[in-house]
């Protein structure tokens, strides 16, 4: 089971999550709204330290191909989280531009309708990330929102596409284990659920990366 430890603010609590056993890291940049998001400069400068063997993921929330491109340049990372739909632009002119960089695409899960989206991107992306925001809304909620979605539909999600999915949304030691059992994911994402005060807890780290290799 894959993790990534999301709204990473500095190299220090990039160092934690991978001592923990993270696979990889996110680094939030500009949102419209929620936790996490930290400069480009600082974003570069932590995925500077990251060794090779980890993803750093830059989530940004631009929806142009050229803006996206233009984003991860600046900040060096491994991969790119694109938080909302791509409205210009193509992934093909992402890869074209940038052949070493893995996409992912998150899908805020509402309702049964997410499946069709999933499978009509699946040829573009490298993996999709299953999140509980709400980009319709008048204040765009794109990650970081602690809520739980419909496990039930993501798990017919991952049945119905034939990239890797991540689970995001709401996820801490608590509640872990039942999600893996239930969605059966590539991988798991979380930010609060292992924060307090807004810092990584060490003792909240320890206790889920505990709960996600303990099998009931």
Known sequence: MKVKICCI???????????????????????PSGP????????AEIAKTIPPHIDSFLLTSEQSSFNIIE????TETTTVQIVDELTEGSYQHIRDELPQIKIVQVLHVSDEGTIDEALKLQGHVDYFLLDSGNPKAEIKTLGGTG?????????????AVDVPVFLAGG???????????????????????VRTDGKL???????????VRTER
């Not at 603010?9 to 949102?31: H, Q, T, W, Y």
């Not at 809520?147 to 049945?159: A, C, G, Q, T, Y």
């Not at 807890?201 to 709960?211: I, Y």
Request: proline share 4%; glycine share 8%.
């Open 147 to 159: 809520n739980v979605h419909d496990w039930k539909i993501s798990r017919k999600l991952i049945e």
């Open 71 to 74: 984003h991860i340049k600046r």
């Open 9 to 31: 603010a500095s190299a220090e609590e990039a160092k934690m999550a991978i001592a923990a056993g993270a696979n990889a890291v996110g680094l939030v940049a500009r949102m």
């Open 201 to 211: 807890d060490p003792v909240k780290l320890g206790s889920f990366f505990e709960a």
């Open 171 to 193: 996820l801490n030691a608590g509640n872990v284990r039942e999600a893996i059992e239930i969605v059966q994911p590539f991988g798991v994402d979380l930010c609060s659920g």
């Open 36 to 43: 996490g998001p930290i400069a480009d400069e600082l974003i």
